[in-house]
């Protein structure tokens, strides 16, 4: 992973974190600047009241072992969810619950989820608004 987290030019307020298989958690890279980042969508929370925020969580297409309790629909929602509690961690009160978070499974693979750097790419949350 080249950036733990990147800013898409067109949307400033998109950004795509990944984690490693089977795993949501939050890599430790990433912590830090998805709390700076809540602290940057609080201007833009100020700023529009109807302006809300949307977490994605995505799997890539492995299967995981049915005794393990985990599925990729889980495991997506999980990964959502740890982007959520980073970025409120940069936020004033009263703005963080503006962000709903929802796990989406393998359901939109970056790549056609061949090989490890095309698992890794679907491996993530995207952060995206509404308004």
Known sequence: MDKPVTVDA?????????????????????????????????????????????LSGYTD?????????????RLSE???ASVEGAIESGMVNGLAGRIDSVGRGASRPIEDNSG????QASRRVEVGYRL
């Open 116 to 119: 490890h750097e095309n698992k």
């Open 78 to 80: 999980q990964r959502a």
């Open 10 to 54: 067109e949307r400033p307020v998109r950004i795509r974190v990944e984690f490693d298989s089977g795993s949501g958690q939050l890599p430790a890279v990433s912590q830090v600047a998805l709390k700076e980042y809540g602290a940057y969508l609080v201007s833009y929370m100020h700023k529009d009241k109807a302006f809300n925020i949307i």
């Open 61 to 73: 297409s492995d299967q995981y072992a049915a005794d393990s309790g985990m599925t990729n629909q």
